[in-house]
């Protein structure tokens, strides 16, 4: 089939490579000419697991193709995906001009009947606000053509994308329109084989599910946290308390992780999305609010605690950080805690000297040149000279870390994990003071 993506973000890009990997014939186009020209030319602006294998394999097979023209994607697919952005307002409410934007592209350029498939998260009522987009623009070149708007909501993780798109969990589909919603459980078939997954539902319901999601997922983290506060308080170890509750199928393993608070480009700005949509309607929503204040002030609590170590006194120290993205398997770092610690940390007066495995060169985008900020290549580069050592991102690699390399390289021997990932007992072990979220310090007795 005949597929079109506007938007070659982190979801459009995987939605195109996926579509074209089963056998689609897939363009992708974007309003960024550097994208395109990067993609054209064989490099790929984001890192997500796999997808530059799959990229170079489907563009190879001349099943994936990336432009700037709008007009060509119109005319290429009878599917026009909008996976564009859908950053915050001011006010918190997700701003739709990139995806009116693409409905206005389409109603000008298209010639016969387009099904427009919303990947992009959107809040309840956008579908009826592209229509009307669609039909305005159309009524303004007197033209009088068929096309449908489905809500279809994206579920991938990033890090974990390509995976997500080709064996998802589930495949939210809103239509009331019974051929389309059979054109797209056809498109969707290769993804869809060892049981049914694909759930068709009005598409308000639709958009409302992604927003569900997020905020259910982003409540469970918050939860731990405010937890994780209360155990430190009470004198507990959260860890034992997750492992207690998660025993239970109700409350279950997954998402209970506590930390230093919850980042990226979906949770802070979907939660803030939906409180948003229910302030406008008269609905005071209590908990998602609470779910955000939770966040926010969860992402400051690595700030307090290595405050309280030094007694107040940050200036001229030198912090060594682990982990600038958000989560592990992926450069970004939108609303990562990492970017809150460090301004913190500047504001204090400190200087900064981080590793991630692929974030740094996003982290040089995003804060440039700057003397208290030093980018290493590698882990223990990091640590070196430093004054304590700050764990932010769950990456796998800093999991089991060389406990007597950091203590030599540390200036005074501690580390603050945001993440619980590191055995603080070996850490303690060989002098290392460790302190943790939602349990007590562990320092050495010698
Ligand atoms: N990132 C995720 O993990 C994820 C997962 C599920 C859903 N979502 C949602 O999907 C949407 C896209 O997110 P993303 O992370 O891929 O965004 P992104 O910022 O990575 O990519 C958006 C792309 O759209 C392009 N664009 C903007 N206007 C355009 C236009 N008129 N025509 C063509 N391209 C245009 C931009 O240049 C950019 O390349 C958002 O609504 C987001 O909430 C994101
Ligand atoms: O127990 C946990 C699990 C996650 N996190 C943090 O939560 C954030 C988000 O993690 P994750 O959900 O894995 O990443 P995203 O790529 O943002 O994916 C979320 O947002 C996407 C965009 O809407 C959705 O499609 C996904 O289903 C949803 O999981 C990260 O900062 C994690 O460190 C925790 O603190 N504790």
């Not at 389409?106 to 427009?116: P, T």
């Not at 005071?284 to 605690?305: G, I």
């Not at 800093?398 to 005074?412: G, T």
């Not at 501690?414 to 007992?425: A, T």
Request: glycine share 8%.
């Amino acid at each position: 089939m005949d597929v079109t993506i506007f938007g070659s973000g982190y979801v459009g890009l995987v939605t195109g490579v996926c579509l074209a990997e089963v056998g689609n014939n897939v363009l992708c186009v974007d309003v960024d000419p550097g994208k395109i020209e990067l993609l054209n030319s064989g490099g790929v602006p984001i890192y997500e697991p796999g997808l530059e294998e799959m990229i170079h394999r489907n563009r190879e097979a001349g099943r994936l193709s990336f432009t700037t023209d709008a007009e060509a994607g119109v005319k290429h697919g009878l599917f026009q995906f909008i996976a564009v952005g859908t950053p915050p307002d001011e006010d918190g409410s997700a701003d739709l001009r990139y995806v009116l934007a693409v409905a206005r592209s389409i109603a000008e350029h298209m010639d016969s009947y387009r099904i427009l498939v919303d990947k992009s998260t959107v809040p309840v009522g956008t579908a009826d606000k592209v229509a009307n987009q669609v039909r305005e623009s159309l009524s303004e070149r007197g033209a009088d053509l068929e096309f449908d708007v489905v809500s279809n909501p994206e579920f991938l993780k990033e890090g974990a994308a390509i995976e997500d798109f080709m064996r998802p969990d589930r495949i939210v589909v809103g239509t009331d329109n019974p051929r389309t919603a059979e054109l797209l459980r056809a498109l969707y078939a290769p993804f869809n084989r060892s049981h049914d997954r694909l759930m068709l539902m009005d598409v308000r319901s639709a958009e409302l599910t992604k927003y569900a999601a997020n905020a259910m997922l982003a409540t469970k983290i918050s939860f731990m946290n405010e937890l994780s506060n209360i155990a430190e308080a009470v004198g507990a170890d959260i860890e034992k308390v997750r492992v207690g509750i998660g025993s239970d199928p109700r409350i279950g393993y997954q998402f209970i992780y506590p930390g230093c608070g919850y980042g990226g480009s979906c949770f802070p700005k979907d939660v803030r999305a939906l409180e948003q949509t229910a302030r406008s309607l008269g609905y005071e929503p209590q908990l998602l609010h609470a779910v955000e204040a939770v966040n926010f002030r969860q992402k400051a609590v690595l700030f307090d605690k290595i405050q309280t170590w030094f007694d107040g006194d940050l200036s001229g120290r030198a912090f060594a950080l682990w982990g600038l993205s958000f989560k592990p398997n992926t450069d970004d770092m939108r609303e990562a805690s990492s970017r809150v610690l460090m301004e913190q940390l500047w504001d204090a007066g400190a200087s900064v000297q981080a590793f991630d495995p692929v974030a740094t060169e996003e982290a040089r985008r995003i804060y440039g040149e700057r003397p208290d900020l030093t980018l290493t290549t590698d882990a223990m580069s990091a640590a070196e000279g430093a004054d304590a050592l700050v764990i932010l991102t769950e990456w796998s690699e800093f999991r089991s870390p060389n406990f007597d390399a950091i203590r030599s390289a540390l200036k005074s021997p501690v580390i603050f994990d945001g993440r619980n990932i590191v055995d603080g007992e070996l850490a303690r072990a060989v002098g290392l003071s460790y302190v943790s979220i939602g349990r007590a310090p562990l320092i050495p007795s010698h």
